[in-house]
């Protein structure tokens, strides 16, 4: 019988800073909104679509990270869903959470202007500029540097990428 899998990994930003709370033992809860955008299209154009996430994050990890998590932060998030289930007002009701077993700071509110602004004056949209890469750190990204504002892909690669 194989095994079932529960793994997410969301790239997002905060839509609110992140709430520490303390259950009454003393352990810490971090607990924070994420929104992920989703490119589609609709008719002759392409439209952005957002989807939002509740993060919750336990333990010292989340105590040491919650000055950091403001709202527009972008972050990465890995960890796995959880149904949380309860009953009110006598009708059962149920949400899907993300229990984060790993955050990582990506970029900061303005990040997303300044992004966008140096892709419009090369012509290229932001998806194409990102490239993420697979080594011993999840969720490093690689990202042009100013340097090489080139019109086209370059076959070199300032760094070895071990894949």
Same mark, same amino acid.
Not at 18 to 45: F, H, P, V
Not at 64 to 84: M, N, T
Not at 101 to 111: E, F, K, S, Y
């Given at each position: 019988m194989a095994e079932d899998l529960n793994r997410v990994i969301l790239i997002g930003r905060l839509t609110r800073?992140?709430?520490? +709370? !303390?259950?009454?033992? $003393?352990?810490? #809860?971090?607990?924070? @909104?994420?929104?992920?955008?989703? *490119?589609?299209?609709?008719?002759?154009?392409?439209?952005?679509?957002a989807n939002f996430f509740d993060v919750t994050l336990f333990g010292k990890?989340?105590?040491?990270?919650? +000055? !950091?998590?403001?709202? $527009?932060?972008? #972050?990465?998030?890995? @960890?796995?869903?959880?149904?949380? *289930?309860w009953e009110q007002d006598g009708m059962k009701r149920s949400k899907v959470v993300v229990e984060a077993?790993?955050?990582?700071?990506?970029?900061?509110?303005?990040?997303r202007q300044n992004q966008n602004?140096?892709?419009?004056?090369?012509?290229r949209s932001p998806q194409q500029g990102t490239v993420a890469l697979k080594n011993s750190q999840p969720f490093e990204s690689y990202k042009p540097s100013p340097a090489r504002q080139d019109s086209g892909p370059s076959e070199r690669f300032e760094d070895d990428i071990p894949f």
């Open positions: 800073d992140a709430e520490l +709370q !303390y259950t009454s033992s $003393g352990w810490a #809860i971090l607990k924070m @909104g994420l929104a992920c955008n989703r *490119r589609r299209k609709q008719g002759d154009q392409w439209v952005d679509e990890r989340g105590e040491s990270l919650s +000055q !950091y998590l403001q709202k $527009g932060q972008q #972050i990465a998030v890995e @960890g796995q869903l959880k149904q949380d *289930r077993t790993n955050i990582q700071l990506l970029g900061g509110r303005n990040d602004s140096d892709y419009s004056q090369q012509g």
